[in-house]
């Protein structure tokens, strides 16, 4: 598999940010500007989605996981923290388990452990049907609003637009498929790194069955719920979540 394309900066113990589904490097930008004070920040395209959208895109979450941790072989990283947003929360879910000793602490952000996501605010079937239908872009669009409490109206709506664009539209059948297909409910008590469990109360794609799953399943485990936020809480209240995630970092 080719090299994710990535972003990086700063100096440090490593902080690694793993995207969501329709997501990108780019994302981040406001992140690795704060966190790369104190940290070297490397954030990856996940294959199919941003820069990396001409790459193919993965049919499992697994596949995913195993793509960043090739990029990390690749440029050396021994050890690291983990950060994953959403679908990234899967995948980093899964890259501790995959490699527990590496991963020094995890922060599980707007994710849970079952990649069906009950109660989300479409099944994945549907979204299936309609991406078939209407493409990415708009897809994008649909979907995006759902992640900010000021729907379409939020600041952070056209960034995330953008970016979502780029993705290819077999890497995000793809992921559906992928996202539907996984389960890491039977992992999370190997998952034994220090976590931080972060959810927006008015989240409409993780419920609070998800991340409270999260919480009372991982040996050790914090949770901020973030009020008056849905699924983009870094874009929300981006001051804020980086206090919560810089609290725990520096621990």
Known sequence: ????????????????????????????????????????????????????????????????ALSVLELLDHLGVSEFT??????????????????????????????GPLGLMP????????SSERLQSDGVAKTIARIGATWFKAEKA????????DIGAQASDQAAMAALGAMANWDGRDALGQLTMPTLVIWGDSD??????????????IPEVYLSVVPGTAHAVHLEKPVLFHSIVDDFLRV
């Open 1 to 64: 598999m080719s090299v994710l394309p990535y972003l990086r900066a700063g100096s440090g113990p490593v902080l690694v940010l793993v995207h969501g589904y329709l997501g990108g490097a780019a994302q981040w930008e406001n992140e690795i500007k704060a966190f790369s004070k104190g940290f070297d920040v490397i954030a990856p395209n996940l294959p199919g989605f941003g820069e990396a959208g001409h790459l193919e895109g993965c049919a499992s979450i697994s596949g995913m």
């Open 82 to 111: 983990l950060m994953g947003h959403s679908m990234g929360g899967m995948i980093a879910q899964e890259m501790a388990a995959l490699r527990p000793d590496v991963v020094q602490k995890l922060v599980l952000y707007g994710t």
């Open 119 to 126: 109660d989300r605010f479409e099944p994945i079937t549907v």
């Open 154 to 161: 939020a600041p952070g709506y056209p960034l995330l637009i």
């Open 204 to 217: 409409k794609s993780y419920r609070w069955p998800q991340v409270e799953s999260l919480w009372t399943n």
